[in-house]
């Protein structure tokens, strides 16, 4: 999980490059876990433990659970949006007179 550290995130533990602020860290947790995604250096199944992206991160599992459940938020979200896009259009309705048989 090492290739999850965002370049923009501090060196310095427990701070973020652009404030202090613990929303600003999660956010580049967020950020960072997003990248690694679309990049293919976190494969699918791979498990991210709180204890382990506090430690690649330098901050408490507080934040790294506030970036994790806004990570879910995104997902959860889109892939609503997905599924309301691919749904099938419902089939055309036929007057009641052409569904009866023919005598």
Request: charged share 25%; proline share 8%; glycine share 8%.
């Amino acid at each position: 999980m090492s290739g999850l550290v965002d370049p923009s995130f501090d060196s310095k533990p427990g701070r973020a490059a652009r404030g202090g602020r613990s929303v600003d860290r999660a956010q580049a947790i967020h950020q960072g876990v997003v990248t690694a995604i679309l990049e293919h250096r976190l494969l699918p199944g791979t498990k991210l433990g709180e204890d382990d992206l506090g430690q690649i991160y330098g901050v408490s599992r507080t934040i790294v659970r506030a970036a994790l459940q806004s990570l879910a938020r995104e997902v959860s979200s889109s892939s609503k949006r997905i599924a309301a896009r691919s749904s099938p259009a419902p089939p055309p309705k036929t007057p009641a007179k052409s569904l009866r048989r023919a005598r």
